[in-house]
């Protein structure tokens, strides 16, 4: 399971108004549809502080359970870079995901600011074509469709959902996840003596060469050299900006994938893993003070010419995470780039 917020429960993605947009910032009120919300009262939606990682730009709805949110990829972004200077990041795709989700469950569902939204389950389908490099920033729409909405006493219990992400009238990615909203009460006892851990110092383990795992930077390398082949510690950094934006008690979901795609990129050497296509499982909370362990293997893939990863993550000897990730394959790669020289 992975929190839809910077908090989480025993599932985990982080987690993702009225005629005052400020009139959402407790027990849930609602956003005035059509309007584009002013981007701090976005960021309190969307559990962001800082405007460079807050995508989403605004919302409307066209049923009581399908919804349009407009969104924006920057340029550039500390994080989210570029993939071998060709392609943007294919995480861009599960982070805006996620960010919408928790727009929609504050906004349209009258989730309180202070619960605590968990995805147990997120997944995506792109093409790489789709995601080549272009000028400026990219504006893009969500089409998102709910189903299967418990609802509780104050807002919803939990639900699935369903994304379309398009990009001047062709389709980028296409998704869904299942979330669950736990109140903050219940999220207390649910973490009893964990909330402790928020803001306490975590020991920065020593990280892998980053060329290994596809990166440029050390502060974003999220593996640590492990005790046999194939076998990380997972690193953590609570002072990175993005992975890290809030305190929080547990590791965040996105960190989570990010490990995931760079064990991918580690052991499948000779061409860049562009993870056009991952299906993840957040079975736990991720502690922040005991090891886990990133274990990854090649596994075949449903088309010849794609390459096939599976990564699973154990703490305490339990499976807290389980993400299969595909990548065009290196013939693919050459594909491409023979058709970008022809373009």
Not at 112 to 136: H, I, N, R
Not at 297 to 315: E, F, L, N, S, Y
């Amino acid at each position: 399971m992975v929190q839809l917020t910077s908090h989480s429960a025993s599932a985990a993605v982080e987690g993702v108004g009225a005629a005052d947009l400020t009139e959402c910032s407790g027990a849930g009120g609602t956003a005035p549809e059509g309007r584009q919300p002013e981007a701090d009262f976005l960021g309190q939606l969307v559990h962001r502080t800082d405007a460079e990682d807050i995508f989403p730009t605004g919302w409307t709805r066209q049923t009581e359970t399908q919804f349009s949110v407009s969104a924006r990829w920057p340029q550039t972004h500390r994080f989210f870079a570029p993939v071998s200077g060709r392609h943007q990041d294919p995480l861009l795709i599960a982070e805006t995901m996620r960010q919408t989700t928790m727009l929609l469950g504050h906004a349209a569902f009258g989730v309180p600011m202070g619960d605590q939204f968990v995805m147990w389950e997120l997944a995506y389908v792109s093409e790489p074509d789709q995601l080549l490099l272009g000028e400026g920033p990219w504006d893009i729409t969500v089409d998102v469709s709910c189903s299967r909405i418990r609802r509780g006493a104050r807002s919803i219990n939990s639900m699935h959902v369903e994304l379309l992400l398009h990009r001047l009238g062709t389709v980028l990615a296409s998704g869904g996840g299942r979330i669950s909203c736990t109140s903050a009460k219940a999220y207390r006892r649910v973490r009893d003596g964990r909330q402790d851990m928020i803001g306490a110092p975590i020991p920065l383990l020593p990280a892998v060469a980053p060329a290994v795992v596809g990166r440029t930077d050390e502060r974003d390398v999220v593996l640590a050299p492990g005790p046999r082949h194939n076998v990380w510690r997972l690193r953590l950094d609570t002072r990175h900006p993005t992975l890290f934006a809030r305190p929080n008690d547990h590791v965040p979901g996105i960190l989570l994938l990010e490990a995931a795609r760079q064990a991918a990129f580690a052991v499948t050497p000779g061409h860049g893993f562009l993870p056009t296509s991952v299906k993840t499982d957040f079975l736990q909370y991720v502690e922040l003070d005991r090891p886990c362990w990133i274990e990854a293997r090649p596994v075949p893939a449903g088309d010849p010419a794609t390459t096939g990863v599976h990564v699973c993550a154990t703490q305490d000897d339990r499976p807290v995470f389980a993400c299969t990730l595909e990548s065009p394959g290196p013939q693919q790669d050459a594909a491409n780039e023979r058709q970008a020289g022809q373009s």
